[in-house]
């Protein structure tokens, strides 16, 4: 395998890339990470502002710009609507005077269905 110059970077939403752009790194393999149910949320106003999921989701490019990986995050301004409960983890970092959000999570929003969350347009680069 050859180097390759990457970028990492966060996107302002999945919505920002075409969907045969997103579906071309696998998520047309999983319904819950498709460029259609994510972006069904953000049209919708399931994310986004003022819902406390912000999209934010992680992309990696090549030196061309080409998209080579992403992972459907979101910044989370509580833990609403989700699988993993660790409201008790906040309040106890909010007592010690900390604080817990926002917090970048990586998932599919709203749904406990399981699956590859890390999409990669060559499976190769796969783990």
Not at 8 to 22: D, H, I, Q, R, T
Not at 24 to 29: M, S
Not at 45 to 74: E, K, M, R
Request: charged share 15%.
């Amino acid at each position: 395998m050859s180097e390759t110059a990457l970028t990492a970077s966060l996107a302002p939403s999945v919505g920002s890339f075409s969907p045969e752009e997103w579906n071309a790194l696998g998520g047309d393999r999983n319904p819950f990470v498709s460029h259609q149910f994510l972006t069904s949320l953000e049209d919708s106003g399931s994310v986004g502002q003022g819902t406390g999921w912000q999209p934010a989701p992680l992309v990696i490019a090549g030196s061309d710009d080409a998209l080579l990986a992403a992972l459907p995050s979101y910044a989370k301004g509580h833990s609403q609507g989700e699988y993993v409960f660790d409201h008790s983890w906040a309040h106890a970092l909010e007592r010690a005077g900390g604080q817990y959000y926002p917090k970048l999570q990586i998932c599919a929003p709203f749904t406990p269905a399981n699956g590859p969350r890390l999409l990669f347009k060559d499976v190769a680069y796969a783990p």
